[in-house]
């Protein structure tokens, strides 16, 4: 199961740098996703990385702004948030998958994750 951790409350143009580490598994080899769910809202993608996107595959709203990136001499997974919006507030959570490769029809869903992290609160407020 992924581990969240890096949340916190910044102020509009900051950066939060969040980490996805895994146990008993090792996420190189899975596709790994970060997802964000504001209340009274469905859950969203906000960067995917597996093999087949290379760099990351990102929704209009982040571009730009966020990077997911891997470390896989820590087994960890990082989303680096910069010029944070307000609208970015939500729990942010880290999921993964063994099977999922995306593509340009798939994006970054978190119908395609099976494993999920409990989540961390990221706010963004003045």
């Known amino acids: 199961q992924p581990v969240e951790s890096g949340g916190g409350l910044v102020q509009p143009g900051g950066s939060l740098t969040l980490s996805c580490v895994a146990s008993g598994f090792t996420l190189e080899n899975w596709a790994v996703g970060w997802f964000r769910q504001a209340p009274g809202k469905e859950r969203e993608g906000v960067g995917c990385?597996?093999?087949?996107?290379?760099?990351?595959y990102y929704p209009d709203s982040v571009k730009g702004r966020f990077t997911i990136s891997r470390d896989n001499f820590r087994n960890t997974v990082y989303l680096q948030m910069n010029n944070l919006k307000p609208e970015d507030t939500g729990v942010y959570y880290c999921?993964?998958?063994?099977?999922?490769?995306?593509?340009?029809?798939?994006?970054?869903?978190?119908?395609?994750?099976?494993?999920w992290g409990q989540g961390t609160q990221v706010s963004v407020s003045s």
């Open positions: 990385i597996t093999n087949r996107y290379g760099s990351g």
């Open positions: 999921a993964a998958d063994v099977n999922f490769l995306g593509g340009s029809d798939y994006g970054c869903s978190p119908v395609y994750f099976t494993s």
